[in-house]
């Protein structure tokens, strides 16, 4: 488990990490969201003793990582796929980390296989491809195979096959009882591995609540679109829907957003009073339409924007 009191975290004048506070259960994968420069880094290197933090605590398992000898036995981390030594062979560099952990070495040829790289454990590293370094760096997060794991931007380069590999492996280590806390920008990818979401922005908690909570947050993201062929249909079928109890948001002089009735009762109240429909569309609520409207106001670059 990682537990975050009040974290806090700052740069001189730039408050990175602010009174942050959110837990991370094991069983779960639970996925870490935020605008670029939201905080998300600072917070996984605090979590990982990599930065002290300016004020609050984060523990992992009840205790600070930096207490820990042996990290690599207690937190498996992958934070930066391109940050090895292109020199060395895949086989050396994991070699290097188990002797500093005091984990067998037969454990280094088991995650090389484990993760795809048994052929190329011989390779050196600087002609590794994106996807075969961040392949690497999962195995340096399972050689010390521990009970909790931080993953940051661990799709990066990888091909839909890795892709899916990843996907069943953040899930099979949560089934076994680890904590799995990943960060990513890919929302699609998390709606289908996150069973739970931290999202922060300007480095403030925005939610710490299950995918399917949060995906549900903005009720203006779902309902049913209507579109009618003038106004006055337009204001007919608003009537109509309203006596059912329905909300109606207008989107122009022929279309409304309508909630509180499922498009097939739209349809049957339009048909019993006679109201012309050309169109009738339902929208389920998305993580990445959810994320976007909540943290629109943490975004700190905008494309576009002059300042």
């Keep these: 488990m990682i537990e975050s009191t009040?974290?806090?975290?700052?740069?001189?004048?730039?408050?990175?990490?602010?009174?942050?506070?959110?837990?991370?259960?094991?069983?779960?994968?639970?996925?870490f969201l935020g605008?670029?420069?939201?905080?998300?880094?600072?917070?996984?290197?605090?979590?990982?003793?990599?930065?002290?933090?300016?004020?609050?605590?984060?523990?992992?398992?009840?205790?600070?990582?930096?207490?820990?000898?042996?990290?690599l036995r207690h937190v498996g981390a992958l934070l930066d796929a391109q940050d090895?030594?292109?020199?060395?062979?895949?086989?050396?560099?994991?070699s290097a980390l188990a002797r500093g952990n005091r984990i067998p070495l037969s454990?280094?040829?088991?995650?090389?296989?484990?993760v795809g790289l048994a052929k190329a454990?011989?390779?050196?590293?600087?002609?590794?491809?994106l996807g075969m370094k961040q392949r690497l760096g999962i195995a340096g997060a399972l050689?010390?195979?521990?009970?909790?794991?931080?993953?940051?931007?661990?799709?990066?380069?990888?091909?839909?096959?890795?892709?899916?590999?990843?996907?069943?492996?953040?899930?099979?280590?949560?089934?076994?009882?680890?904590?799995?806390?990943?960060?990513?920008?890919?929302?699609?990818?998390?709606?289908?591995?996150?069973?739970?979401?931290?999202?922060?922005?300007?480095?403030?908690?925005?939610?710490?609540?299950?995918?399917?909570?949060?995906?549900?947050?903005?009720?203006s993201l779902g309902g049913v679109t209507v579109r009618t062929p003038d106004l006055a249909a337009l204001e007919a079928l608003e009537a109509v829907l309203t006596a059912e109890g329905a909300s109606v948001r207008r989107e122009g002089d022929r279309a409304g957003r309508v909630t509180g009735l499922p498009a097939a009762r739209i349809g049957?109240?339009?048909?019993?009073?006679?109201?012309?429909?050309h169109e009738l569309a339902t929208h389920t609520p998305s993580l990445e339409g959810a994320f976007m409207s909540l943290t629109a106001d943490s975004v700190e670059y905008l494309a576009g924007e002059t300042r």
């Design 35 to 71: 605008p670029n420069g939201a905080g998300k880094s600072t917070t996984l290197r605090m979590i990982l003793g990599l930065n002290a933090p300016t004020g609050g605590a984060v523990t992992v398992d009840g205790v600070p990582f930096a207490h820990r000898p042996r990290g």
């Design 121 to 129: 454990a011989a390779r050196r590293i600087g002609g590794f491809s």
């Design 107 to 114: 454990r280094v040829d088991e995650v090389l296989r484990e």
């Design 143 to 219: 050689l010390g195979d521990p009970p909790v794991f931080l993953f940051d931007e661990p799709l990066n380069g990888l091909d839909p096959e890795g892709v899916l590999w990843v996907r069943g492996l953040f899930r099979r280590l949560a089934s076994e009882g680890r904590t799995v806390f990943v960060s990513s920008h890919m929302m699609a990818e998390m709606e289908h591995t996150a069973d739970r979401l931290v999202v922060i922005g300007r480095g403030r908690l925005i939610a710490d609540e299950s995918l399917a909570d949060f995906s549900a947050r903005s009720s």
């Design 268 to 277: 049957e109240l339009a048909h019993r009073h006679r109201v012309e429909l």
């Design 6 to 31: 009040r974290l806090t975290k700052r740069y001189g004048d730039i408050l990175a990490v602010d009174d942050l506070t959110f837990t991370v259960e094991p069983g779960k994968v639970t996925g």
């Design 84 to 94: 090895v030594h292109g020199g060395r062979s895949a086989r050396a560099h994991l």
